[in-house]
């Protein structure tokens, strides 16, 4: 099994739609979170991280389910802007982050 | 945050010759990574740039082809030596920075390199 896993997408929705992206770890003593958000030939920015508790920033809400070892990402009121692809993130051993394969977002007009 | 430069932006070379890649932060930071990202693939880690030590290398990659330098906390070479077709990729500088309580992770914006 792979360390981080994402459904690779792509994930076509409408602009204005809410979409759902999980992301399951395997280590399950892995300690930090993060979701990173990769536009086109750029590099990899962090989205926000994910804690215990679930956070929310604006359209996005992230959280956590360490029983079950997988993230989630919420995105809400989707913009034609969002388009990108989305990597999960997971710090194992608070040394190594391992990246996810990534998940393919359009938001289509 | 940190601020990571990277030099060259991107490169074309010759195959056989060997190019090398520099990283620059405006903040000492601990913990330095190189990764490669090539066409459609997420990141894989290279090696972690010790300073004042060899670096760490993952599986897959090793010092002869791959040679590091950290002389210092705000700056790093990675050396793409003897260069093939399959060298062509986006290479990435990567810290990490303590936010409050989490270690948060910083990309450079990358070297994009083409092997003819």
């Known amino acids: 099994r792979k360390e981080v896993e994402q459904d690779p997408g792509p994930f076509n929705v409408p602009e204005g739609a809410t979409v759902a992206f999980n992301c399951t770890y395997s280590n399950s003593a892995s300690q930090s979170f993060f979701w990173y958000r990769q536009d086109c030939r750029k590099e990899p920015k962090l989205l926000m991280s994910v804690y215990s508790s679930g956070n929310e920033d604006g359209r996005f809400t992230a959280q956590l389910n360490r029983a079950s070892q997988y993230i989630s990402l919420l995105i809400r009121d989707s913009k034609l802007s969002d388009s990108a692809t989305y990597l999960c993130?997971?710090?194992?051993?608070?040394?190594?982050?391992?990246f996810g394969p990534g998940t393919r977002l359009s938001v289509l007009p | 945050s940190a601020v990571i430069s990277q030099k060259p932006s991107r490169d074309i070379c010759q195959r056989g010759t060997s190019l090398t890649i520099q990283c620059q932060v405006d903040s000492q930071v601990t913990m330095m990574f190189w990764y490669r990202q090539q066409p459609g693939q997420s990141l894989t880690l290279i090696a972690t740039?010790?300073?004042?030590?060899?670096?760490?290398?993952e599986s897959g990659f090793v010092i002869d082809k791959f040679p590091i330098s950290r002389p210092n906390l705000t700056f790093s070479t990675l050396t793409v030596s003897n260069m093939s077709p399959e060298d062509s990729s986006i290479y990435l500088c990567?810290?990490?920075?303590?936010?409050?309580?989490?270690?948060?992770?910083?990309f450079g914006p990358g070297t994009r390199l083409t092997v003819l």
């Open positions: 993130v997971v710090n194992p051993d608070g040394q190594n982050f391992v």
């Open positions: 990567s810290v990490v920075w303590t936010s409050g309580a989490t270690d948060e992770q910083f």
């Open positions: 740039a010790n300073q004042g030590s060899e670096a760490t290398y």
